[in-house]
């Protein structure tokens, strides 16, 4: 199994069982997933991202020496020097592009978060979008974050076929509505973590619109992972169906 | 023994959603389904009421081997409100289920909590804590607290850990009558045995919150936290089964 939607770091509203590599090697050991893409959870909430992303390649480098994290870097579009923050990160050994428009405070379609998904999209860096990472009813008093309106994310899609998108944190609302752009955008990929409803939900899923644009993602280790895996691995499905999501989507996106 | 504690039923004349509900809940390995109201979010008139009910007892009677119905009232009604719930008991409640329409420490509750308490049922109370500000008439876990320490006797449970769990928890933590029911689309990643820490293994009861809800999601949060073969026992079913007098 690769999961499209695992964080590490510390989180600064709550403690979470895995808040480094180590320890989030061990849940995905537990859990039975083979690799990760991974972003740094202290990017989210640093006014200028890329000295997390430095930390979490330095723990990387120093503890998944068989390679099962596939790192991608959290930036803000917005932030000055971003350019040459994606260029070290490519250096150092990032693989793609994490962004979090809700967090950094910009719009996803706007033209500096155009800018850095072409920058990914020209080294063949796939992007992560995330639209929530939270229950929006239950966040910080002072700190209430609002989820990020799905059309900018497609919007972007549109202007950037070249790019590949994957949306993280749609709800089960929001992803029949991403899902149902399939044919129209071919560079849009889904990851199912946010979808916790209703009965069946992975199987009304690829009843629709089949199992080759939605990806595992657990939503480590802010969630339980088990409950992003057993409602694609115990729906009632075809394997190969299952294979697509658990895996085989992944592995093309990630070109293993 | 597998008890979904929190279900909904839904409109559904031909019961196509009825069946599909319980197939995939058998397939699933789940043994008993206790049904609620279809989800209301507001006060309604007693027709209303009333028609949430019959939804109940309609579904109920398609598989009364494997339903375990709550009769659903507005308190606020007064004691037409009261009449709906001995009416349900007519109909094979066996517990009752409130929402929105009052805040359990509204005082027009007292006459459902002491028919709750004559019958010795358990009584759910949707509950949530939410930072965006609840609904009016939404009880919160600091309300289940007031009650389950006003009326010891009462077998109260706060539905949903009251949503934000690290709230909910602590709401209830020495108030040792009062379950909770860890349904809904929350997993946060260690809250069931934080809940389990804090209120001990008895007090919390597996739910979905079906239709909204994903039954092998919410399971898998209990199956995959790390407490002990035991201890998921309890939650998964055998405090269910003993609030229901299943065993």
């Known amino acids: 199994m690769i999961d499209f939607c695992c964080d590490i770091g510390n989180y600064a509203f709550r403690p979470w069982p895995a808040n480094d590599t180590a320890s989030t090697l061990e849940e995905l050991d537990r859990a039975g997933i083979s690799q990760a893409v991974v972003g740094s959870i202290d990017a989210i909430t640093y006014v200028s991202p890329h000295p997390a992303n430095e930390l979490l390649m330095d723990d990387i480098k120093a503890t998944d020496a068989e390679g099962r994290l596939i790192p991608y870097t959290v930036l803000s579009p917005v932030y000055p020097g971003v350019e040459q923050d994606m260029r070290e990160s490519r250096e150092i050994g990032f693989r793609g592009l994490k962004l979090y428009p809700n967090y950094h405070g910009y719009q996803v379609d706007d033209p500096p978060a155009l800018r850095l998904l072409e920058m990914a999209a020209g080294w063949g860096w796939p992007s992560v979008v995330s639209i929530r990472i939270e229950d929006e009813r239950h966040h910080h008093p002072l700190m209430k974050v609002r989820s990020v309106p799905l059309n900018s994310v497609i919007w972007a899609a549109r202007q950037l076929p070249e790019a590949t998108i994957i949306v993280s944190g749609a709800n089960s609302v929001e992803t029949p509505q991403l899902l149902e752009l399939s044919d129209e955008l071919p560079n849009l990929y889904v990851e199912l973590s946010y979808v916790k409803g209703p009965v069946a939900a992975v199987a009304k899923l690829v009843e629709r619109f089949g199992s080759k644009r939605m990806l595992l993602g657990t939503h480590l280790p802010f969630v339980y992972p088990g409950c992003g895996i057993a409602k694609i691995a115990e729906a009632d499905i075809t394997q190969q169906a299952k294979q697509d999501i658990l895996e085989d989507n992944a592995r093309r996106i990630l070109e293993l | ?247």
């Open chain 2, 1 to 247: 023994m597998l008890i979904d504690f929190h279900a909904h039923v839904h409109d559904d004349e031909d019961g196509k959603y009825t069946r599909e509900l319980v197939r995939e809940a058998r397939r699933i390995g789940i043994d008993y389904l206790v049904i609620h109201e279809p989800v209301s979010h507001s006060r309604d008139s007693l027709e209303v009421v009333q028609r949430c009910n019959d939804l109940t007892f309609r579904t109920y009677e398609r598989e009364p081997e494997y339903f375990i119905p709550f009769v659903y009232t507005h308190p606020n009604l007064g004691q037409a409100a009261l009449d709906e719930v001995k009416r349900g008991f007519d109909r094979g409640a066996r517990g009752i289920k409130l929402e929105v329409a009052s805040i359990i420490t509204d005082k027009c509750l007292e006459p459902i909590i002491e028919e709750a308490i004559t019958r010795d049922v358990p009584m759910v109370q949707h509950t949530w804590h939410k930072v965006t500000g609840n609904l009016r008439w939404e009880t919160d876990g600091v309300h289940c607290a007031e009650i389950g320490r006003r009326y010891p006797e009462l077998k109260l449970v706060m539905a949903h850990i009251s949503g934000d769990n690290r709230w909910g928890i602590r709401a209830v933590r020495d108030v040792p009558s009062v379950y909770t029911d860890c349904s809904g689309s929350i997993a946060d990643y260690g809250h069931i045995e934080e809940c389990v820490r804090f209120l001990g293994a008895d007090r919390l009861i597996w739910g979905t919150d079906v239709r909204g809800a994903d039954f092998l999601y919410t399971l898998a949060k209990v199956r995959d936290s790390k407490l002990s073969d035991e201890d998921k026992a309890k939650v998964l079913g055998l405090n269910a089964a003993r609030l229901l007098k299943l065993i």
